[in-house]
């Protein structure tokens, strides 16, 4: 295994960048992979709910926000790696498609993988970060006092 394949905060990126991608580009994007491995499962795509937990001003006590869906579901692969996908709504594909890659990324797969799945979601995702941002800097509104002279 590459360091990369053993790193958790890696692994945690990794997983980010898949839970927050949009099922279809994602979808699009795994079609361009050559055969998906067989797999087993260990727990097949389900979809609950989990409690959203939130901090006043990021500091303060925490306190229950509310409910949020998701799905999420485990597999192995035939060489004993395991993948995990949680992902937000009920769209079981997706986790599927997560889990795989999760799995593939701890293998020897994981290079291929990264550039044909991993980093356009990461530059995509980047880009809808910087158009957000600058359609909120558009409307920022710059407050100054002028010095009246009376010191």
């Known amino acids: 295994m590459t360091p990369e394949q053993t790193n958790t905060p890696a692994r945690q990126r990794w997983m980010s960048t898949l839970a927050k991608a949009a099922p279809a580009q994602l979808h699009a994007l795994c079609d361009g992979l050559d055969e998906w491995p067989a797999h087993t ?41 395991v993948g995990h996908g949680y992902v937000q709504g009920r ?16 293998t020897d797969r994981a290079g291929a993988i990264r550039a044909a799945i991993l980093t356009p979601l990461e530059e995509a995702a980047q880009t809808a970060r910087a158009t957000r941002a600058a359609k909120a800097a558009a409307t920022k509104v710059d407050f100054f006092t002028m010095v009246r002279g009376e010191d």
């Open 41 to 81: 499962w260990l727990r097949p795509p389900e979809v609950g709910g989990v409690m959203v937990r939130g901090r006043a001003g990021g500091t303060g006590a925490p306190f229950n926000l509310g409910e949020m869906t998701v799905t999420r579901c485990a597999l192995r692969l035939p060489c004993g790696t």
């Open 91 to 106: 769209d079981k594909a997706h986790a599927e498609r997560a889990a795989l890659i999760d799995a593939l990324m701890q």
